[in-house]
């Protein structure tokens, strides 16, 4: 019993370190030179993402779990700590489409589902693939989850009195817009902790890991691609003014068939880690390149980002030499929809 506590708290710190890793650091943002601020984002990104994880395997809700609760981190995060969801002024994403109900709406679009994947799904993923004696139960107890729960609460109260005075100094979210964005949370905590995969969903024949790979890599770079303003516009996909619903709409589609896509492929029995590596592999070497082009202003910049993919690419290539070809039995936890 000890031992398994020891290797689920060790798991778990794995996971709050990879987290931010993923999330931030394998997209340029920062550059690696600025690599301190882990120590800002292992608080809210890795005890938030534990404590999804942690939430998640105890209600048996498997990834449709995770990508729910990952989107009420994603809101956590975007619209109570940062509040870049509704300020005007931060990262210039009032002027990249029309502002909905007082939230920027190109940038939700493109932020809520991101952290759902990008911060929540592939570091669970990772994590469960290279502990799989853990990957089916909770890393931690009841404490443990309380405590990461805590941390998560006071690294984002950290990240409002560093990060954001630093960047958007000032701006106070409306009371209505963090009270929505409140009840954003809990609404898919609740479905996140309640919603269990249905059985009897039509399976398709999943493609060879390498293809799953390929999706996954055309996947989030078309996502991040429609959504977010690089190459000097303004506007998601090159648009001008009222044109940016056509990105808008495209991504909402290329992430609904995505996801129908996984769901079926799945549901069979044929899925098996090694598609699960590619598929996540080919979003993070896309995710990092799209990096490359949108976040790198610097020669240093882009030969620190190109270093880190590299090193990135090196250890998905060494946990791919660990993960075997072989179907597992379905269940909740295994299914990705």
């Known amino acids: 019993m000890t031992a398994n506590k020891t290797r689920g708290r060790r798991a778990a710190l ?17 550059p690696l ?48 700590a940062l509040q870049a969801l509704s300020s005007p002024t931060i990262y210039g994403a009032a002027g990249w489409a029309p502002r909905i109900l007082g939230l920027n709406s190109a940038y939700a679009e493109l932020q809520i ?10 570091p ?45 100094p000032g701006y106070e979210a409306p009371a209505a817009i963090l009270a929505g964005c409140a009840v954003a949370v809990v609404l898919l905590t609740a479905a996140g902790l309640r919603l269990k995969p249905r059985p009897g969903i039509p399976p398709l024949s999943p493609p060879a890991p390498v293809a799953a790979g390929v999706f996954g890599a055309v996947a989030a770079f078309g996502y ?20 940016v619903i056509v990105p808008m709409s495209a991504a ?18 044929l899925w098996t880690d090694r598609h699960s590596l590619a598929l996540a592999s080919g979003a993070l070497i896309a995710h990092t390149a799209f990096g490359l082009i949108s976040n790198t202003d610097t020669a240093a910049d882009r030969l620190g980002l190109a ?7 090196c250890l998905l290539a060494l946990l791919g030499r ?16």
């Not at 909402?252 to 996984?262: E, F, G, K, M, R």
């Not at 270093?307 to 690419?313: E, F, S």
């Open 14 to 30: 794995l996971l709050a370190v990879i987290t931010p890793l993923v999330a931030e650091f394998t997209l340029g943002n920062p």
């Open 33 to 80: 030179r600025m690599a301190w601020l882990l120590l800002l984002w292992i608080p809210i990104y890795g005890a938030g993402v534990v404590l999804v994880r942690e939430l998640v395997r105890r209600a048996g809700t498997g990834w449709t779990g995770v990508l729910l609760l990952g989107a009420a981190y994603g809101i956590v995060e975007e619209g109570l």
């Open 113 to 122: 589902p991101y952290h759902a994947v990008f911060s929540a799904a592939i």
């Open 124 to 168: 669970i993923l990772l994590t469960d693939l290279i502990v799989p004696s853990l990957r089916d139960r909770p890393y931690l107890g009841r404490l443990g989850t309380c405590v990461a729960g805590t941390v998560f609460v006071l690294g984002a109260l950290l990240l409002r009195v560093t990060v954001v005075t630093s960047i958007d």
């Open 224 to 243: 991040l691609a429609l959504l977010f303003p690089f190459g000097g516009a303004t506007q998601p996909a090159f648009t001008h003014g009222g044109w």
């Open 252 to 269: 909402a589609v290329l992430a609904v068939t995505a996801a129908w896509l996984l769901r079926h492929w799945t549901a069979g029995g």
């Open 307 to 313: 270093a880190v993919g590299l090193v990135m690419m």
């Open 322 to 337: 660990k993960v075997t070809g072989l179907p597992r039995s379905k269940s909740n936890d295994e299914q990705f929809l």
